[in-house]
């Protein structure tokens, strides 16, 4: 009896310890919680691939057509008002608003978002990732503009380098971004400090 009184008082005293710890270091100010410069091994360590599982988890399965022109037009409307800001486009440098992130914005037609499945894309949509830079746009958008937008992500890696610009032209759209440089298609946003950030969704899949 005294045995299990005496490790039940060790546990308890552990995790008192934990908690004051977490609250001291918290009190401290002592994070930098600036949006420049790499975050820690211990936060990558933490946080890298949280949100692919916690995507995967909640998202709900569907299929989306991503060969209907209409919704693809839709697609294009939305993300290029919406999405390109940050995310970029192929065929397009980043802007100054995705290269600032941190976690870094991924680019969509990269492999790692590519291997998400419709169902995942629609949730990050639709829910957003907290403390990411990533809004939710299910409270301002149907679902039909939402499912229009994750086919037209769907379409991207086909577009080639130049195949968003002209899309957009075609379509009377003004791109909100001020070059045209070319950025490959892999990997995730030219974050200026490169690849070694906190995993965006998507980024960590291979």
Same mark, same amino acid.
């Given at each position: 009896? /005294?045995? !299990?009184?005496?490790? *039940?008082?060790?546990? *308890? ?12 270091? @918290? ?6 919680? %600036?949006?420049?410069? $790499?975050?820690?091994?211990?936060? $990558? ?7 692919? /599982? &916690? *995507?995967? /988890? =909640? ?7 991503? %060969? ?26 980043? #802007? ?10 991924? =680019?969509?037609? &990269? @492999?790692?978002?590519? =291997?998400?499945?419709? #169902? ?9 990732? $907290? ?10 958008? %149907? ?27 075609? &379509?009377?759209?003004? *791109?909100?971004? %001020? &070059? ?10 030219? =974050?200026?400090?490169?690849? !070694?950030?906190?995993?965006?969704? #998507?980024?960590?899949? $291979?």
């Amino acid at each position: 009896m /005294r045995v !299990g009184a005496a490790v *039940v008082l060790t546990v *308890v005293v552990v995790l008192v310890a934990e908690v004051a710890a977490v609250l001291a270091v @918290r009190a401290s100010g002592m994070v930098n919680v %600036s949006a420049i410069g $790499r975050p820690g091994s211990l936060e $990558r360590f933490l946080l890298g691939g949280v949100a692919d /599982r &916690s *995507v995967a /988890r =909640h998202a709900t399965p569907v299929q989306i057509d991503a %060969s209907d022109p209409a919704l693809l037009a839709t697609g294009l409307r939305a993300y290029n008002a919406q999405c390109v800001v940050c995310h970029g486009a192929p065929g397009l440098a980043d #802007g100054p608003i995705g290269r600032g992130l941190n976690p870094p914005a991924p =680019h969509l037609w &990269s @492999r790692g978002t590519q =291997h998400m499945t419709d #169902g995942e894309i629609r949730w990050v949509v639709q829910n957003g990732i $907290r403390m990411t830079g990533m809004p939710a746009f299910g409270p301002t958008q %149907s679902e039909e503009q939402i499912r229009a937008l994750v086919a037209f992500v769907r379409q991207m890696p086909s577009l080639g380098n130049a195949g968003y610009l002209a899309r957009a032209q075609e &379509s009377g759209l003004t *791109v909100p971004l %001020s &070059s045209a440089a070319p950025t490959g298609t892999g990997g995730a946003g030219q =974050h200026p400090d490169g690849a !070694g950030t906190t995993p965006a969704p #998507g980024q960590e899949r $291979r």
